[in-house]
């Protein structure tokens, strides 16, 4: 590891004031976030990485190289943003990403665009034409404004470059990686400052607040408009929050906030690991991994956005999205889905009434995400069912158990799944954790692997009866009813939107928490109201070191 990458790592953790990319002088140095800012902070996903950059430089400059693993803590990786750590591997890939994209920044496709204005000299350094880009982009980066300081350390670092390589691109490509790859834009901060208001507490600054409520509701930086709120001091007061959340839901972009929530709730980073045998499975072509995760954010975003539908019906609802390689897959019609080599086209879809299809668990999102490359799992369906969506733990098995009843397929004593599942519960061990799952998962094993839809496994007629609190059903279903009908599924799903936007599980006990999900049911449970009232509560975040909120922080 170089000496720069490892004073690189030292700047993300708050401890040294950035450099910049290579080796740029001291006076390029900017202010580092202090360690309290650090604690809590969220770190960028990569989609909000992504979405952030087309918002600054436009859709023609790609982000292109690979984000290290992200962490799932409490089944949300946005609460893995705020906990996990940046390895050295992880740096280098930002500052590989950051390099990449300030070169094409200022390339010559796109440089007379984004630029914004011609240098008297390509060879030579123009520190009126730097300073005029940086106050540009600078604050849309960073998502506040910039000090006189470090918009100087940009021009400075970008003259020095611009005259070691008698090129003033190359001196601006510099300049704007080291920003790129500064905390100040990887990381969004909850920095607190004194309420003027009342005496004693803080409040959030408020162009903190207003990238807290831009990446919530549309998973990406603050426009200006909210930028311009932050600054006026709107966002100090409780209308003027209000205002601003109502504009962010009213807007077709509160779509990228969901399938940002969804995407996350539902752990679809997950898909990179899926592969299926195409020799058992050939329908399950591979681009059905990203189409099945399309599918489900289509159908949550119809009926969440759209439609302002009671969220317990997405488990239940016939209505859905399909293309030709899905509808393939589900062995369903569909008409004018493309063909002769033209792009696939997304159809709206409505299941038959009384189709075990229907509803998000039945989609291929679900049913293949959560089983093993040959075979079905039950246990593991039923672990995600349980909490992905109903945010109830489930333990882990004990490090000693035996799998050689569940993995053996071929074992003519034991023809369908539930056989297998019988017989490995006869283990102690094992009855409990089971007792939790399988009861869930074997109400969808008429969905193979790969999603297909069966009535037989082996030739024996599949019993996908189960029960959930007491409350027994029988198939896909039944399944979807009870689930449509347990008070932990709209619970969850709030719990899972608080996490979204703080990196925090919410106080449950907190008066404020129990009115907002109070709210969430008098609104039919209503997403985006849901969203609202998270968006303009004032709950502190977890750590006891955190004070609450002034109310006039909204």
């Given at each position: 590891?170089?000496?720069?990458?490892?004073?690189?790592?030292?700047?993300?953790?708050?401890?040294?004031?950035?450099?910049?990319?290579?080796?740029?002088?001291?006076?390029?140095?900017?202010?580092?976030?202090?360690?309290?800012?650090?604690?809590?902070?969220?770190?960028?996903?990569?989609?909000?990485?992504?979405?952030?950059?087309?918002?600054?430089?436009?859709?023609?400059?790609?982000?292109?190289?690979?984000?290290?693993?992200?962490?799932?803590?409490?089944?949300?990786?946005?609460?893995?943003?705020?906990?996990?750590?940046?390895?050295?591997?992880?740096?280098?890939?930002?500052?590989?990403?950051?390099?990449?994209?300030?070169?094409?920044?200022?390339?010559?496709?796109?440089?007379?665009?984004?630029?914004?204005?011609?240098?008297?000299?390509?060879?030579?350094?123009?520190?009126?034409?730097?300073?005029?880009?940086?106050?540009?982009?600078?604050?849309?980066?960073?998502?506040?404004?910039?000090?006189?300081?470090?918009?100087?350390?940009?021009?400075?670092?970008?003259?020095?470059?611009?005259?070691?390589?008698?090129?003033?691109?190359?001196?601006?490509?510099?300049?704007?990686?080291?920003?790129?790859?500064?905390?100040?834009?990887?990381?969004?901060?909850?920095?607190?400052?004194?309420?003027?208001?009342?005496?004693?507490?803080?409040?959030?600054?408020?162009?903190?607040?207003?990238?807290?409520?831009?990446?919530?509701?549309?998973?990406?930086?603050?426009?200006?408009?909210?930028?311009?709120?932050?600054?006026?001091?709107?966002?100090?007061?409780?209308?003027?929050?209000?205002?601003?959340?109502?504009?962010?839901?009213?807007?077709?972009?509160?779509?990228?906030?969901?399938?940002?929530?969804?995407?996350?709730?539902?752990?679809?980073?997950?898909?990179?690991?899926?592969?299926?045998?195409?020799?058992?499975?050939?329908?399950?072509?591979?681009?059905?991994?990203?189409e099945a995760q399309e599918q489900t954010l289509r159908t949550i975003v119809d009926h969440v956005v759209v439609r302002h539908g009671d969220y317990r019906d997405l488990y239940t609802t016939p209505h859905t999205f399909l293309n030709k390689d899905l509808a393939a897959l589900y062995a369903v019609p569909l008409v004018d889905a493309g063909a002769n080599g033209a792009p696939q086209r997304w159809l709206p879809y409505t299941y038959p009434a009384g189709d075990p299809r229907a509803g998000l668990l039945a989609q291929a999102?679900?049913?293949?995400?959560?089983?093993?490359?040959?075979?079905?799992?039950?246990?593991?369906?039923?672990?995600?069912?349980?909490?992905?969506?109903?945010?109830?733990?489930?333990?882990?098995?004990?490090?000693?158990?035996?799998?050689?009843?569940?993995?053996?397929t071929s074992n003519p004593q034991y023809k369908t799944t539930r056989d297998r599942l019988t017989a490995h519960r006869t283990e102690p061990m094992c009855a409990g954790c089971h007792k939790l799952t399988d009861p869930l998962g074997l109400a969808l094993e008429n969905f193979d692997s790969a999603g297909e839809f069966r009535t037989q496994e082996n030739g024996v007629n599949i019993d996908a009866s189960g029960d959930l609190s007491g409350k027994s059903f029988d198939g896909p279903q039944g399944l979807s009813q009870v689930?449509?009908?347990?008070?932990?599924?709209?619970?969850?799903?709030?719990?899972?939107?608080?996490?979204?936007?703080?990196?925090?599980?919410?106080?449950?006990?907190?008066?404020?928490?129990?009115?907002?999900?109070?709210?969430?049911?008098?609104?039919?449970?209503?997403?985006?109201?849901?969203?609202?009232?998270?968006?303009?509560?004032?709950?502190?975040?977890?750590?006891?070191?955190?004070?609450?909120?002034?109310?006039?922080?909204?």
């Amino acid at each position: 590891m170089s000496s720069y990458y490892k004073r690189l790592a030292t700047v993300i953790a708050g401890v040294l004031p950035i450099v910049g990319v290579a080796a740029l002088p001291s006076s390029a140095a900017e202010p580092a976030a202090s360690a309290a800012d650090m604690a809590t902070s969220l770190r960028l996903s990569p989609t909000q990485y992504q979405l952030t950059m087309t918002d600054i430089f436009g859709d023609s400059v790609k982000v292109q190289g690979r984000f290290e693993p992200e962490l799932r803590d409490q089944g949300m990786l946005a609460i893995g943003e705020r906990t996990a750590n940046i390895t050295d591997s992880g740096l280098e890939a930002y500052d590989e990403i950051a390099r990449d994209v300030a070169s094409q920044v200022v390339d010559e496709r796109h440089r007379a665009e984004l630029i914004g204005c011609k240098p008297s000299s390509d060879t030579a350094r123009d520190d009126q034409c730097a300073r005029s880009f940086f106050t540009r982009v600078g604050p849309l980066l960073y998502r506040r404004p910039l000090k006189d300081d470090e918009l100087q350390a940009r021009v400075e670092a970008a003259g020095t470059e611009a005259d070691r390589r008698h090129d003033f691109y190359a001196g601006v490509r510099l300049s704007l990686a080291a920003m790129i790859v500064s905390p100040d834009f990887l990381f969004r901060f909850r920095r607190m400052e004194p309420d003027p208001a009342h005496s004693g507490q803080e409040r959030m600054n408020a162009y903190d607040k207003a990238s807290e409520i831009s990446y919530f509701l549309w998973n990406t930086a603050p426009d200006s408009e909210l930028i311009d709120a932050a600054k006026s001091g709107q966002l100090y007061t409780q209308a003027g929050v209000a205002k601003q959340v109502n504009r962010l839901l009213a807007s077709p972009r509160i779509a990228d906030g969901v399938r940002g929530l969804f995407s996350d709730m539902l752990s679809f980073t997950d898909f990179d690991a899926v592969s299926k045998d195409p020799n058992f499975f050939p329908r399950y072509v591979p681009t059905i991994k990203e189409e099945a995760q399309e599918q489900t954010l289509r159908t949550i975003v119809d009926h969440v956005v759209v439609r302002h539908g009671d969220y317990r019906d997405l488990y239940t609802t016939p209505h859905t999205f399909l293309n030709k390689d899905l509808a393939a897959l589900y062995a369903v019609p569909l008409v004018d889905a493309g063909a002769n080599g033209a792009p696939q086209r997304w159809l709206p879809y409505t299941y038959p009434a009384g189709d075990p299809r229907a509803g998000l668990l039945a989609q291929a999102s679900f049913t293949t995400l959560w089983s093993p490359s040959g075979r079905t799992s039950p246990t593991v369906r039923g672990k995600a069912l349980r909490q992905n969506i109903l945010c109830e733990k489930v333990p882990p098995p004990p490090g000693n158990v035996s799998f050689k009843f569940v993995e053996d397929t071929s074992n003519p004593q034991y023809k369908t799944t539930r056989d297998r599942l019988t017989a490995h519960r006869t283990e102690p061990m094992c009855a409990g954790c089971h007792k939790l799952t399988d009861p869930l998962g074997l109400a969808l094993e008429n969905f193979d692997s790969a999603g297909e839809f069966r009535t037989q496994e082996n030739g024996v007629n599949i019993d996908a009866s189960g029960d959930l609190s007491g409350k027994s059903f029988d198939g896909p279903q039944g399944l979807s009813q009870v689930v449509h009908d347990d008070p932990a599924l709209v619970s969850c799903v709030a719990q899972r939107a608080f996490a979204f936007e703080t990196g925090y599980m919410p106080p449950k006990d907190d008066p404020q928490w129990q009115q907002i999900q109070q709210k969430f049911a008098a609104s039919h449970y209503d997403v985006l109201e849901l969203l609202r009232q998270i968006a303009l509560s004032n709950l502190s975040y977890s750590p006891p070191e955190q004070k609450m909120l002034s109310a006039a922080n909204h």
